[in-house]
């Protein structure tokens, strides 16, 4: 989200600078015309793109990612913090990653 580390905060990483993202990423996203799919990692690239559709929480939003497709693919984080909550959620694995293994496949066809 916002193209560089913003260093360490108290429980992880800090937020990505609010400025980065509107400066540019439209830009960006104009030099490449074909984008078929847009992966948002992570709890700030939904909020950003998102908005108001983003669920109650990271696992609601993701459990979700059917609804915001073809446009978005919501994906948690693969940071350490988030494996608890992948492990306490099988459906992940089984529902999510393949769902997300088939688009790409096609996309790549």
């Known amino acids: 989200m916002g193209f560089c580390y913003p260093g360490k ?3 992880g990483d800090k937020p990505p600078r609010k400025e980065c993202a509107p400066q540019w ?3 960006l996203f104009e030099l490449m015309p074909n984008i078929e799919l847009i992966i948002l990692i992570g709890m700030y ?3 950003y793109y998102l908005k108001d559709k ?3 929480t990271l696992t609601e939003t993701v459990d979700n990612y059917p609804g915001y497709l073809p ?3 919501v994906m948690p984080h693969p940071s350490p913090r ?3 909550c992948l492990t306490k959620n099988p459906w992940f694995e089984t529902n999510v990653i393949l769902e997300l293994q088939k688009r ?3 996309i790549l066809k």
Request: glycine share 4%; proline share 0%.
């Open 71 to 73: 446009k978005y693919f």
């Open 45 to 47: 690239a939904q909020n």
């Open 25 to 27: 990423q439209q830009q």
């Open 9 to 11: 905060g108290k429980s």
């Open 104 to 106: 790409v496949h096609i």
């Open 82 to 84: 988030n494996r608890f």
């Open 54 to 56: 983003v669920k109650r």
